[in-house]
């Protein structure tokens, strides 16, 4: 398709590597595009709350749970630093939750699998995280202005996030017989799903292209889970686990590892709205707003006497 003066002149900007503001001159499939991307982002750092917040009453002492407390409320100020910045694309919250609870709009597939144990804490910091990290870190370049700001102060705290994941494995790993065994466990478990969150194969991606002209992606998929499985691999190794893939060599000629590929059958069915917790994560946020209208309802009212009192 040709493009139209205007896309023109707006690709030379993203070109020149200029961020696009809010109020500025943008392309609708642009707009659109980071509505759905940021959206997406910022229901999963809201329902990635989820699965930790299960372990908050259970930690093993009171320094592990003041830690995971600061952690899960982290998660929670992402997830309001990019709902605000996609509302600077002319989407409202309210439309956004709305998306969210009636499932026409994703959050990550990671957030769609149990927390069973507590090691499970240490493989989500050090994994999930860890994943969430290599993909957000290229994103502090990305060309809207907004998203890229609210992703330096992200990525600052996921690297904390990702370190006391990893400092809990190395407890365990370090610790009984049993304590190791739960560590390999929740690897064990978390390995493919980590992977999935990359994406879906570069050749089944479909937005990818149009958004790394844009800029909105700078990498595609499966170079993002490739610089995942080639630094986190030694870091296992470190720990004394193993990753769960027989599969698993190092190819000297391509100076990376060679891995297998996640099932992508389950991840699709995990999209679908078919993973083991996609219903209970679901329920709960939706629980979560319906017993806060009391308090938004209070707040608007508040809001509309305050305007009032100022008129008069
Ligand atoms: N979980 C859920 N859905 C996914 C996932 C995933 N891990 N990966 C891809 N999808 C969806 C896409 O949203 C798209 O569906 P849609 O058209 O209905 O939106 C479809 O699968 C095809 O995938 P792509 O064409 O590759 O999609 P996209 O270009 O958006 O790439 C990616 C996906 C890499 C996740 C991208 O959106 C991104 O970088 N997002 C920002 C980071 C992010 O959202 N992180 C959240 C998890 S980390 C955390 O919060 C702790």
């Not at 006391?164 to 190395?170: C, E």
């Not at 995990?270 to 993973?275: L, R, S, T």
Request: charged share 30%; proline share 5%; hydrophobic share 35%.
């Amino acid at each position: 398709e040709e493009m139209t003066p205007e896309e023109r002149a707006f690709q030379e900007r993203v070109d020149r590597g200029e961020k696009i503001e809010p109020k500025e001159w943008m392309p609708e499939g642009y707009r659109k595009t980071l509505i759905r991307q940021m959206g997406q982002h910022a229901h999963s750092e809201i329902v990635g709350q989820l699965p930790e917040g299960n372990w908050i009453t259970r930690a093993p002492t009171l320094e592990r749970k003041a830690i995971l407390l600061a952690k899960v409320q982290d998660e929670a100020g992402h997830g309001l630093y990019l709902y605000s910045a996609a509302e600077t694309l002319g989407v409202s919250r309210d439309e956004l939750m709305e998306k969210l609870h009636s499932g026409a709009m994703k959050y990550s597939s990671i957030f769609n699998y149990p927390t069973l144990t507590w090691a499970d804490m240490g493989a989500v910091g050090w994994l999930v995280d860890g994943a969430a990290i290599m993909n957000q870190v290229p994103l502090q370049r990305t060309s809207y202005g907004p998203y890229s700001r609210a992703m330096i102060r992200i990525c600052k705290e996921e690297s904390f996030h990702q370190r006391q994941g990893y400092a809990i494995m190395m407890k365990m790993a370090q610790g009984t017989p049993e304590q190791k065994e739960m560590a390999q466990d929740a690897l064990n478990r978390f390995w493919y799903p980590s992977l999935m969150m990359f994406g879906p194969s570069d050749k089944d991606s479909v937005h990818s292209a149009q958004s790394m002209a844009w800029k909105i992606k700078m990498n595609t998929n499966d170079e993002l889970r490739q610089k995942f499985v080639d630094e986190t691999v030694p870091q296992a190794t470190y720990l004394g686990l193993t990753v769960p893939d027989e599969t698993l060599t190092w190819n000297e000629e391509r100076g990376h590892y060679d891995f297998a590929e996640p099932d992508w059958d389950e991840f699709f069915e995990v999209i679908k709205g078919n993973g083991p917790c996609n219903e209970e994560r679901l329920g709960a946020r939706r629980e979560a707003w319906d017993k806060g209208a009391w308090f938004r309802d209070g707040l608007t009212a508040y809001a509309e006497k305050a305007a009032a009192r100022r008129a008069a």
